[in-house]
């Protein structure tokens, strides 16, 4: 599956546009404007709410949930130390985590599971500010590495323009 995902320049709070490989908006990410830590719905070409990402407070380096339906599905975590390059990791139930690597500065990363790559992110083939090229295998649930990337976007490329 092949999405494009733009983040929205002139928006109140953070929002982002995925579309699908035939161009049609699949899912569209809205940040509320005023609230403690990054809170987004994550919804459908409707309007429908199907996931809702939360960022939590109080930990050691940048940590978010994605929850749908009320649980928690994914937690991702930052990695705080690691030589030359970022890393982070998409803990969900059980024991097939995600571990996102690359350079997640440059935009250029993959995530994998167990040595296999099942997603990479790209910004290789666009020159707009914020639009990825992100192409996920169709084993993998879309909404939770769509979402991770979200997260990672707004850790890394935080709006203030510095990387955190």
């Given at each position: 599956m092949r999405y494009v995902m733009r983040q929205k320049f002139w928006s109140w709070g953070d929002t982002y546009k995925i579309?699908?490989?035939?161009?049609r908006e699949a899912f569209i990410v809205k940040g509320r404007v005023f609230s403690w830590?990054?809170?987004l719905s994550f919804q459908d070409s409707a309007g429908e709410e199907i996931a809702f990402i939360r960022q939590r407070l109080l930990h050691w380096g940048p940590t978010y949930t994605i929850e749908r339906e009320g649980r928690v599905v994914a937690e991702?975590?930052?990695?705080?130390?690691?030589?030359?390059?970022?890393k982070f990791t998409v803990d969900v139930p059980g024991p097939d985590d995600f571990e996102a690597t690359g350079n997640l500065l440059d935009r250029e990363y993959r995530f994998e599971r167990h040595g296999q790559t099942v997603a990479e992110v790209s910004?290789?083939?666009?020159?707009?500010?914020?639009?990825?090229?992100?192409e996920i295998a169709d084993t993998e649930?879309?909404?939770i590495l769509?979402?991770?990337t979200v997260i990672i976007d707004l850790v890394c490329h935080g709006d203030d323009g510095k990387h955190r």
């Open positions: 579309q699908d490989a035939e161009g830590g990054d809170k991702v975590r930052k990695h705080l130390f690691t030589l030359l390059r970022c910004k290789r083939w666009f020159t707009l500010t914020d639009t990825y090229g992100i649930d879309p909404i769509l979402a991770a």
